[in-house]
């Protein structure tokens, strides 16, 4: 298991590129599942997540060739030589639950494990049978896998979810390109992803619309045929990485981004005191000499602040001069981070959803653990920042969502590298 050590207090300057979008390009490669052409991505990110799903597709008999280095995914699922989701893949990526919708739309039967809980909560599946079951989906829930027929063929519906549901909008949508009829989905997620997911079924030559709004509708069609398109650059990543001249110092230039992908994100960075600028190229971050303003986030569905930035805005709150507070909407266990950032000196009291912040002067270099994926990159963050050296141990966490960390931030002038540890170093 590899760790990556930081040396802190050193300003970044310089520019950073922004990849494709993990959670973009993981729902994107099993809209393949949905025809007998090749579906063509380009602008992949390289990440440990899309070789998962990569792997999950292959062992359904799809072909998954990675041209230009990774950056050029062709998925082809000329035939579907299994209708399994096998538990030993499904549990190391929960995306893989993805596979569900389009397995079914294209053969009518699919068996998909249950995804299993992960760090950051229980993450049930329940929305994605709830809407497929609204297309006439026959589901069973037996020995830790969902079996799904719909011998008679799905039937558009309308499905109106009790909460928001990214991955549960993204199956519901796919599923629906094939069903006979119209299918109206009502409080549906309005990610970048999703909209980058309905751009590229119609690029397919699916029928649909509203996507970014909360109301999407599907006319079913035949079939679909292949296509090439663009993975949306990932903002997440941009956000990420937005934060890093903030509480480093410096100025830095993200290439690719955009602000309206985190229009919240940078209105909260924006009242920290931070500069954000729009550049030719993309966005331009910069920290004035003062310090960092205390602020108070509360995580939502897009377009409100995103749960998967919270971790890291936490890592530059922990420097504000007062104190802040973040409420964590999304999920039930997402502070993991916090006890961690504590071993560096930061004051943090978690009660319940809610995190209170108070500023240090200072963080100190520490040896801390990674714990899920945005929390690991979180530590790496708070570790540009604090005085002395910081070890982020088991940083494959890192690795499923981000690409080559340590280049990118050693490329502005971070102290960063990777070191390859032994298992008994890392505990
Ligand atoms: C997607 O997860 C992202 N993953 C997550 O990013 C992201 O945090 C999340 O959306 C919210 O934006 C991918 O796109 C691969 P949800 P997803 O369904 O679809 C509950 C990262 O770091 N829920 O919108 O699983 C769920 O427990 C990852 O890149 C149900 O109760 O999230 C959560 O509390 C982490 N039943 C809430 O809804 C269901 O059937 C929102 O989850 C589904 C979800």
């Given at each position: 298991m590899d760790s990556i050590l930081v040396r802190g207090g050193r300003?970044?300057?310089?520019?950073?590129?922004?990849?494709?979008?993990?959670?973009?390009?993981?729902?994107?490669?099993?809209?393949?599942?949905?025809?007998?052409e090749p579906l063509t991505l380009t602008n992949a990110p390289r990440l440990a997540d899309v070789r998962t799903m990569a792997t999950l597709l292959q062992s359904l008999g799809c072909e998954v060739a990675h041209l230009q280095d990774g950056r050029v995914l062709v998925v082809g699922a000329e035939t579907i030589a299994s209708h399994r989701a096998d538990y030993d893949i499904v549990r190391r990526m929960r995306a893989s639950v993805l596979v569900l919708g389009p397995l079914l739309a294209r053969e009518g039967r699919a068996i998909?494990?249950?995804?299993?809980?992960?760090?950051?909560?229980?993450?049930?599946?329940d929305l994605h049978l709830q809407a497929l079951a609204a297309l006439g989906a026959e589901l069973d829930l037996r020995d830790g896998y969902v079996h799904a027929a719909a011998p008679r063929g799905l039937v558009g519906a309308r499905f109106a979810f009790p909460i928001v549901s990214v991955g549960?909008?993204?199956?519901?949508?796919?599923?629906?390109?094939?069903?006979?009829?119209?299918?109206?989905?009502?409080?549906?997620?309005?990610?970048?992803?999703?909209?980058?997911?309905?751009?590229?079924l119609r690029r397919m030559g699916a029928a649909i619309e509203g996507e970014g709004t909360g109301t999407i509708v599907v006319e079913g069609v035949e079939r679909l045929h292949g296509a090439t398109h663009p993975v949306i650059a990932d903002r997440i990543e941009l956000g990420t990485y937005m934060l890093a001249p903030a509480i480093a110092g410096g100025e830095v230039e993200l290439v690719g981004?955009?602000?309206?992908?985190?229009?919240?994100?940078?209105?909260?960075?924006?009242?920290t005191g931070i500069e954000i600028a729009e550049t030719p190229g993309g966005l331009r971050v910069a920290r004035p000499g003062d310090g960092i303003r205390p602020v108070d986030v509360v995580t939502e569905p897009f377009p409100g602040f995103p749960t998967d930035l919270q971790a890291q805005?936490?890592?530059?709150?922990?420097?504000?001069?007062?104190?802040?507070?973040?409420?964590?909407?999304?999920?039930?266990?997402?502070?993991m981070h916090a006890p961690e950032l504590m071993r560096m000196g930061a004051r943090i009291d978690v009660h319940g959803g809610t995190a209170t912040v108070t500023g240090v002067d200072a963080l100190r270099g520490a040896p801390v653990?990674?714990?899920?994926?945005?929390?690991?990159?979180?530590?790496?963050?708070?570790?540009?920042?604090?005085?002395?050296?910081?070890?982020?141990?088991?940083?494959?966490?890192?690795?499923?969502?981000?690409?080559?960390?340590?280049?990118?931030?050693?490329?502005?002038?971070?102290?960063?590298?990777?070191?390859?540890e032994s298992k008994s170093e890392t505990g």
């Open positions: 300003a970044l300057t310089g520019r950073i590129p922004i990849a494709g979008s993990k959670n973009a390009c993981l729902t994107l490669m099993p809209a393949a599942l949905l025809t007998d998909v494990s249950l995804p299993g809980g992960c760090a950051i909560g229980a993450r049930p599946v549960a909008t993204e199956n519901l949508m796919m599923t629906a390109t094939l069903a006979r009829g119209t299918t109206v989905i009502e409080n549906a997620a309005c990610e970048p992803e999703i909209v980058d997911l309905a751009r590229c981004g955009e602000r309206g992908l985190v229009a919240a994100f940078a209105d909260k960075l924006e009242a805005m936490m890592a530059l709150l922990t420097l504000a001069e007062g104190t802040s507070r973040l409420e964590e909407r999304i999920f039930e266990n997402r502070f653990m990674a714990t899920d994926l945005r929390a690991s990159v979180s530590l790496i963050l708070a570790g540009l920042a604090a005085e002395g050296e910081t070890r982020v141990a088991r940083v494959y966490h890192l690795d499923r969502g981000y690409e080559r960390v340590e280049e990118k931030l050693s490329a502005c002038g971070a102290a960063i590298e990777r070191v390859a």
